[in-house]
């Protein structure tokens, strides 16, 4: 009897051993895989599948910090150069200014790569936008046929967007052509039947977002 209880707790402390090596090997040993930042998956039932963002990013960017905001499902990184965390290199050209190079590689991916996306969105990296907005122009615009665009109230005058927050929609990706800045692609490929959204600036966030008890320099 002796013996039989002596194995009897010998096979409790192993079955008890093998169970709690099997709980820290699941904490200590199988550690997640480092993930893709230049592969952002929709997850299924995404009520706005059919959205791209577009980040330009360089060597500096927090493309992380991006992956997890609100666009982090949607979202497409290009670069002049190779930079971790990115989609798509898109170059320059020597006699180009990073702005030009930036418009041409935006036009370029929203024809080839997005052609089939409703909305495009492109936005600089010290940008935070609200997703319920973006989602709302969305629903009011959806399956429009007419060029539409969101631009800040002064991008609205100028077309001159080089930075920031804009959005446009497939309409207008299939029309915008020529060279020079933002509108001057749209009044040579899609002409005057263009509709012109003055952004909601309480929405957007540029360089700076602070709000309660947070402050917090996109800048940086």
């Not at 008890?16 to 230049?38: A, H, K, Y």
């Not at 180009?96 to 089939?116: W, Y």
Request: aromatic content about 10%.
């Amino acid at each position: 009897k002796p013996m039989i209880a002596v194995a009897v707790t010998a096979l409790v402390l192993l079955v008890t051993t093998i169970v709690l090596w099997d709980d820290l090997d699941g904490v200590f040993e199988r550690r997640p895989p480092v993930p893709n930042l230049s592969v952002w998956p929709q997850p299924p039932n995404d009520p706005h599948p059919s959205l791209a963002v577009i980040i330009p990013i360089t060597k500096h960017t927090d493309v992380r910090f991006y992956q997890n905001m609100w666009m982090g499902n949607h979202g497409f990184t290009i670069c002049e150069s190779k930079a971790p965390g990115c989609s798509m290199v898109c170059g320059r050209k020597p006699e180009q200014t990073s702005a030009q190079a930036d418009m041409d590689c935006l036009v370029r991916v929203a024809k080839s790569r997005f052609n089939e996306t409703e909305f495009i969105v492109r936005m600089s990296d010290d940008m935070l936008v609200d997703r319920s907005y973006v989602f709302g122009i969305m629903d009011e615009y959806k399956a429009s046929d007419t060029p539409m665009y969101v631009l800040s109230a002064e991008q609205t005058d100028t077309g001159d967007v080089t930075s920031g927050f804009y959005m446009f929609n497939q309409a207008l990706a299939k029309c915008i052509g020529g060279n020079g800045t933002f509108a001057e692609r749209v009044a040579v490929g899609c002409g005057n039947n263009v509709k012109r959204v003055a952004n909601d600036g309480t929405k957007t966030w540029q360089t700076l977002y602070t709000n309660k008890n947070k402050y917090i320099n996109l800048a940086a």
